[in-house]
């Protein structure tokens, strides 16, 4: 295997933009490694033996960000154990001490291609993910949690997306149309990263 750096995209976005549905659907048309940075933590946070896991179940029930140490190793893990090298990192960083702790993790290890921004109306994302609550079980679709979700993607997450901005990284997509649509939207951000590489 040669030893490329991998590429990596983030992807970013309100809780219930559509991030995980887009996400699938890249990894299946584009040959990308579709790693949720949420669902790294929650399998780790289901392993009754991990005292990571601990830590993070205490963060995911306060709606709290977990420390990113702790996330930049389960994904870099992740990555290595793949024997890919291009990968859709799906909700994260989520904030200036995440991108820190990246940098600090990450620093020359990856060629960040570009961030996916899936822009969403709150009341659309607030009705999305308490209809997905219904079927998927989550903690975290539920009114309560999903407030507090928000304010924190609100006061943390948009600030990282303004930051990208300026290094032309951010392509952003409407993601309040139909799944459809939105893909449509991906497609010609991916096919204009692959003709530039």
Not at 118 to 135: H, P, S, Y
Not at 152 to 158: D, F
Not at 163 to 190: G, T
Request: charged share 30%; proline share 3%.
């Amino acid at each position: 295997m040669a030893a490329t750096k991998p590429n990596v995209i983030f992807v970013l976005g309100g809780p219930g933009a559509g991030k995980g549905t887009q996400c699938t659907r890249i990894a299946e048309a584009y040959d990308y490694v579709h790693l949720s940075a949420g669902d790294l933590l929650r399998e780790e946070a289901a392993k009754p033996d991990s005292t990571l896991g601990k830590e993070i179940n205490e963060h995911l029930k306060n709606g709290s960000i977990v420390p990113v140490a702790i996330t930049c190793k389960l994904l870099e893990n992740a990555m290595k154990n793949s024997g890919k090298e291009n990968f859709l990192i799906d909700g994260f960083p989520r904030n200036k001490d995440n991108i820190d702790g990246w940098q600090k993790a990450m620093d020359g290890k990856v060629n960040i291609q570009c961030v996916l921004f899936f822009d969403c109306d709150e009341k659309t994302c607030v009705a999305r993910c308490l209809e997905r609550g219904k079927a998927s079980g989550r903690t975290d679709d539920n009114e309560e949690s999903l407030k507090k979700r928000i304010i924190t993607y609100n006061e943390s997450t948009r600030p990282v997306i303004q930051m990208y901005e300026k290094d032309n990284l951010v392509k952003r997509i409407d993601a309040s149309n139909d799944v459809d649509k939105v893909f449509q939207d991906v497609q010609n951000v991916l096919n204009n990263i692959k003709s530039t590489n």
